[in-house]
Antibody, heavy 116, light 106 residues
Framework: VQLVESGGGLVQPGKSLKLSCSASGFTFSSYGMHWIRQAPGKGLDWVAY???????VYADAVKGRFTISRDNAKNTLYLQLNSLKSEDTAIYYCARTGNSGFFDYWGQGVMVTVSS | DIQMTQSPASLSASLGETVTIECRAS??????LAWYQQKPGKSPQLLIY???SLHTGVPSRFSGSGSGTQYSLKINSLQSEDVASYFC????????FGGGTKLELK
């Protein structure tokens, strides 16, 4: 199992960014996937989930601003980040969901910095 | 949201020692509890799921226990490669994490 995130960077408040997570080593279309973030030096916060059938769930902090999606033909997970705030600054990890809701494999993470 | 309270926040132990980290949920999570290890500059790695099941490839010196609202992670015979931060996570409801425990060598 390998998960590789990309698309991070420095962005101004109020702007947008799109993260990607390329998956390999497993049947991507059969698994639910998550985005989880970690502010510098802080703990972990779950961000969003997409099921194998593309149903979605979001944390309250990002609901209405972030959109999780997937392209099973490309084995890729996405996170569209809109109306970014300074408090969205974090490392963003994609992770595969295990049987019940734990995260059995994680990517290496991608840094998103929101600053003027 | 279910709140996860993890203790201690930091811990210093000697090589070969047994270490225990605790996690308390704000309500019953029916063993929907995972533990992760995160080494500096790396992504978290799954250690334990369903409160007491060892993830593939995880050394047997790691073990999990607990039920209801109280859970613990035990590391037997501490090794130098175990220096890391450890996080609990509940998945009975929308996922939430404990604040983490930073484990250092004494």
């Amino acid at each position: 199992v390998q998960l590789v995130e990309s698309g991070g960077g420095l962005v101004q408040p109020g702007k947008s960014l799109k993260l990607s997570c390329s998956a390999s080593g497993f049947t991507f279309s059969s698994y639910g996937m998550h985005w989880i973030r970690q502010a510098p030096g802080k703990g972990l916060d779950w961000v969003a989930y997409i099921s194998s059938s593309s149903g979605t769930v979001y944390a309250d902090a990002v609901k209405g601003r972030f959109t999780i999606s997937r392209d099973n033909a490309k084995n890729t997970l996405y996170l569209q980040l809109n109306s970014l705030k300074s408090e969205d600054t974090a490392i963003y990890y994609c992770a595969r969901t295990g049987n019940s809701g734990f995260f059995d494999y994680w990517g290496q993470g991608v840094m998103v910095t929101v600053s003027s | 949201d279910i709140q996860m309270t993890q203790s201690p926040a930091s811990l210093s132990a000697s090589l070969g020692e047994t270490v225990t980290i605790e996690c308390r949920a704000s309500e019953d999570i029916y063993n929907g509890l995972a533990w992760y290890q995160q080494k500096p500059g790396k992504s978290p790695q799954l250690l334990i799921y369903n409160a007491n099941s060892l993830h593939t490839g995880v050394p047997s010196r790691f073990s999990g226990s607990g039920s209801g609202t109280q859970y613990s992670l035990k590391i037997n015979s501490l090794q130098s490669e175990d220096v890391a931060s450890y996080f609990c996570q509940q998945y009975y409801d929308y996922p939430t994490f404990g604040g983490g425990t930073k484990l250092e060598l004494k």
